[in-house]
């Protein structure tokens, strides 16, 4: 099944209208990328892995991807496409700002390639 980008908007909107909250809403589909993956790579615990994420809600989905890849055990650097202070989401904000907690998830943006 193929969801165009208007789709999901208007499936996330409607979520959010009947309660959901939309930071659950990225916690889930980045939880839920990380278990497809499982299933493709056995073993993912130590494995160098590298996200490239953008400043809006799919790159949001990353680092929720990233924070349970580290859990996992998997040595995980995140890539900010961007200025961390330009995030336009703050469920994207929020996910950025637990990663900047967490030592064992390496994170680069784009500030700090110059």
């Known amino acids: 099944m193929e969801i165009t980008v208007d789709q999901m908007y208007q499936i996330e909107n409607k979520g959010h209208d009947m309660g959901f909250l939309k930071k659950f809403m990225m916690e889930n ?59 336009k989401t703050e469920e994207s904000n929020w996910n950025w700002s637990i990663l900047e907690k967490m030592p064992s998830v390496k994170l680069l943006s784009g500030n700090s390639l110059d």
């Open 29 to 87: 589909a980045g939880a839920a990328a990380v278990r497809r993956l499982i299933t493709n790579f056995e073993n993912i615990s130590s494995k160098n892995i590298l996200i490239f994420v953008g400043l809006g809600n799919n790159g949001g989905d990353g680092l929720v991807m990233a924070r349970h890849l580290a859990g996992y055990g998997s040595n995980v650097t995140v890539m900010l496409l961007g200025d961390p202070e330009k995030i």
